[in-house]
């Protein structure tokens, strides 16, 4: 009873392994594109582009500018004034808690709807990282800004899956 039951154990996981490896051959799995070619940047993902380099480059006021017209919702001066300078404090803490802030790393796009969409960058920092998030959303023909933020790595980490 016992040889009949290995056999048939062995005979079972041949026949299996056989068959997903016929199956794995027959069918064709998702290609790679030839060459490694990239696609090319969303239009989100250019805009965050370019928004990140003017805070990486130290260009904040041309920074600051773009960040008012791009959102969704005009900003009046004090709303205005009050996300500036919660961003100026939050670099400057980020800066105290992990060093001065290196270069910025693209890390993710993630498309949540036809017309929300959120790129994340990691700011490298000599003793940590930082993730920025910007949020834009498309409530008609254009793409504006909906967020912009700053979270350290450890709490963030969940939001870039």
């Not at 004034?81 to 910025?104: C, M, N, S, T």
């Not at 490298?124 to 409530?139: E, W």
Request: charged share 25%.
């Amino acid at each position: 009873m016992t040889k009949s039951v290995l056999f048939a154990g062995v005979l079972g996981g041949l026949l299996g392994g056989f068959g997903g490896y016929a199956l794995l051959r027959t069918l064709p799995s998702a290609t790679k594109s030839a060459g490694g070619e990239k696609s090319a940047p969303s239009e989100t993902r250019e805009r965050a582009d370019e928004l990140v380099t003017k805070l990486r480059t130290g260009q904040e006021e041309e920074f600051f500018n773009m960040l008012r017209t791009g959102f969704v919702d005009p900003l009046n001066d004090e709303q205005f004034g009050r996300l500036r300078q919660g961003i100026v404090e939050w670099r400057q803490k980020f800066a105290q808690e992990y060093g001065a802030p290196g270069d910025f790393e693209f890390g993710r796009e993630t498309v949540l709807s036809p017309s929300l969409v959120r790129v994340a960058y990691v700011v490298k920092h000599a003793h940590g990282a930082v993730v920025c998030f910007v949020i834009f959303y498309k409530p008609a023909n254009d793409w504006r800004i909906l967020a912009f933020s700053f979270k350290p790595l450890e709490t963030a980490f969940d939001m870039l899956r």
